[in-house]
DNA sequence: CCATTAAACTAACACTTGTTAGTTTGCTTG
DNA sequence: CAAGCAAACTAACAAGTGTTAGTTTAATGG
């Protein structure tokens, strides 16, 4: 195990802060207040306020779009994949509760790299959707409306961080394997 | 239709612009200049920023905690009170896709009616939580892990605000059924 | 037509915000 | 030991914050 720089301690203490009160009611001296520091000298170690949440969203943005990319490149089925999407989101979530906060209620925030951001959305959105669609196509998935199954598998998914930290030891295998389940099965008999 | 008074313009207001930007990031300059007046001509209507929050909220949560109510001593299924829950978070979300922003993501900044928004929300996951053990054990809903099957579904219903905007003309009873389809079947063949 | 009233206004307040400048402290290493 | 440096500090700033006090405006109804 790495040992954390100053710079990552800081931007860790924020994510956790912005999860609990959201990015804007997050003031540098609450944050400071929480290293044991004074506020001046958190600018020893980041440049402004606004580049933390930028570091806390945009790699973990990139990180799912990099787990995409494996994903739909993979010559398995499309049920396959979506367990693939399941576990991508629970082994994410799981190592960033806090900054998993920041990417669903903050990223308006972003300023500069708002577009930027919203357009690894997007791209992720579509990539789901592809999978959705060519497992109908391909008749593995039934064959309801594809925005309603894409969002509401996407929802759970992105709510993850609200509940993966109540958990003490957390087995990610068992509960990615569970919530495949539910999400493909459904829950009636 | 019933005229709006001035003081639910306001409120309908600043929901919008929380819903944009979050409660914090929200000035009373911002909505003041969003309804065409003056800041300080705001506290003509409402008392403080707090309560604008909270009468959002509040009457929300208030509404699902009533919609629950009827549902669980309904002498139906528990499937049955799962689709009629469907229906509840789809209807309450239709009306006031705004409001719903603010009551997922900034219930922390309630204050003094934050314990009772608590209290509300524990008691009706606990409501459903007990709909879904019933269903277990009468043979209706499949034996996995409730917490899962609550999680996922209800996580869905929550992050319905999201999405329901984006439709134009929405027809709820439909949106309704088929996502009561998703959440119950599940979406393989 | 005058009194009332809803709803706007201006001006100001005390406090909080993110950030900068310049300085001090105390380790580490040649 | 001296030099270098990471990381803390104090002090201050300009701008923005929610809110109050007191005043003006324009429409309404007896």
Redesign the interface.
Known sequence: MRQETRREEIINTAAKLFK??????VTMRDLAAEMGIKAASLYNHISSKQEILKEIIISLAENFTKGMQNIKQANISN?DKLEKVVQLHVDITANNTYGMASLN??W??LEEKRDYYLALRAAYENDFRNV?IDGVNK????N??I???L???L??L???Y??IPKKEDLDTQL?SS??S?????????
């Open positions: 609990e009160k959201g990015y804007s009611a049920i209620n903050d308006m925030h959705l008749g593995e998935i039934v309801v409306n925005e309603v199954m969002f509401s598998v929802s759970t992105r709510s993850l609200l509940w509960l569970q919530l389940k539910v999400l493909i099965n459904g829950i009636n008999i």
